[in-house]
Nanobody
Framework: QVQLLESGGGLVQAGGSLRLSCAAS????????MGWFRQAPGKDREFVAG????????YYADSVKGRFTISRDNAKNTMYLEMNNLKPEDTANFYC?????????????????WGQGTQVTVSS
């Protein structure tokens, strides 16, 4: 069965960095685009970054552009999110997801499988 497992979250001071990983199993990883979303308490789950099947196309929310970098290693069935210059407003549970639709990356309705999330907390 399809499984997505995030790791790498934690507590970091503002201005610090973290690298999240998403290990995929149960399907051919390189056949699918992927995305990262986040959800803060009391807020809707929002798009953070997306990557096409090969890694040649990447997409970012305006709020993270220039600070976050999404990448993937199809040989390792793993996707990454490198997060630099973290801000307190980045505090959220971060989820990876498999994109099932050929439509836009930003709409969470276009994803069919989700991980359980990894918590990122940025202190000021």
């Amino acid at each position: 069965q399809v499984q997505l497992l995030e790791s790498g979250g934690g507590l970091v001071q503002a201005g610090g960095s973290l690298r999240l990983s998403c290990a995929a199993s149960g399907y051919t990883f390189s056949d699918y685009a992927m995305g990262w979303f986040r959800q803060a308490p009391g807020k809707d789950r929002e798009f953070v970054a997306g990557i096409n099947w090969s890694g040649g196309g990447t997409y970012y929310a305006d709020s993270v552009k220039g600070r976050f970098t999404i990448s993937r290693d199809n040989a390792k069935n793993t996707m990454y999110l490198e997060m630099n210059n973290l801000k307190p407003e980045d505090t959220a549970n971060f989820y990876c997801a498999r994109k099932a639709s050929r439509y836009g990356f930003r709409d969470k309705q276009n994803y069919d499988y989700w991980g359980q999330g990894t918590q990122v907390t940025v202190s000021s």
